[in-house]
């Protein structure tokens, strides 16, 4: 059975996170738009399937923006990440945020997909941006996905909120 169910992270939870993101994005921190991001302080969800934990968003609320900063989802196809999602946007339209976003990178064609098909539009790309961040984070890889090099940034957003007239 696949049913699980969707938990906000806690102070508990921290040492987790940092070792799924230590795991998954090659060590304990993030970086994303050159800002330095260490996920076990950020709040988020994760998602528990059998008293597993099968997946995790982390993310950063600032002004009437939400971040999405990670996303994994351990058991892909079920709708964790989606789900996982659905809770980020709720707690960001709580807090009054109007809009909700991320950065992939060039390589990530599943990633550009996932997102687009629950509704988030291409917002920007920024060219050289995955170059710069190794400067800060050199275990970013050089090549992605599908033998594609890692170049550049691209954003995609959400509007949770209809812009005032």
Same mark, same amino acid.
């Given at each position: 059975?696949?049913?699980?169910?969707?938990?906000?992270?806690?102070?508990?939870?921290?040492?987790?996170v940092r070792a799924l993101v230590a795991a998954r994005w090659g060590?304990?921190?993030?970086?994303?738009?050159?800002?330095?991001?260490?996920?076990?302080a950020l709040p988020g969800f994760y998602a528990l399937c059998q008293g597993e934990r099968v997946g995790l968003v982390t993310c950063h609320l600032a002004g009437d923006a939400c971040e999405i900063v990670t996303l994994d989802s351990l058991r892909e196809g079920i709708g964790i990440g989606t789900a996982l999602i659905a809770a980020v946007r709720e707690m960001a339209k709580a807090a009054g945020c109007r809009r909700l976003w991320l950065i992939t990178t060039n390589?990530? +064609?599943?990633?550009?997909?996932?997102?687009?098909?629950?509704?988030?539009? #291409? =917002?920007?790309?920024? %060219?050289g941006a995955v170059d710069a961040a190794r400067?800060?984070?050199?275990?970013?890889?050089?090549?992605? +996905?599908?033998?594609?090099?890692?170049?550049?940034?691209?954003?995609?957003? #959400? =509007?949770?909120?209809? %812009?005032?007239?």
């Open positions: 059975m696949n049913a699980y169910t969707i938990h906000p992270l806690t102070p508990g939870d921290r040492d987790w060590a304990p921190t993030v970086v994303a738009h050159g800002v330095v991001y260490d996920p076990a390589d990530n +064609l599943p990633a550009l997909r996932f997102y687009q098909k629950r509704g988030f539009r #291409l =917002a920007a790309v920024h %060219p400067q800060i984070k050199p275990q970013i890889p050089l090549i992605g +996905l599908d033998g594609i090099p890692i170049h550049d940034e691209i954003v995609l957003e #959400l =509007a949770l909120a209809e %812009p005032a007239p």
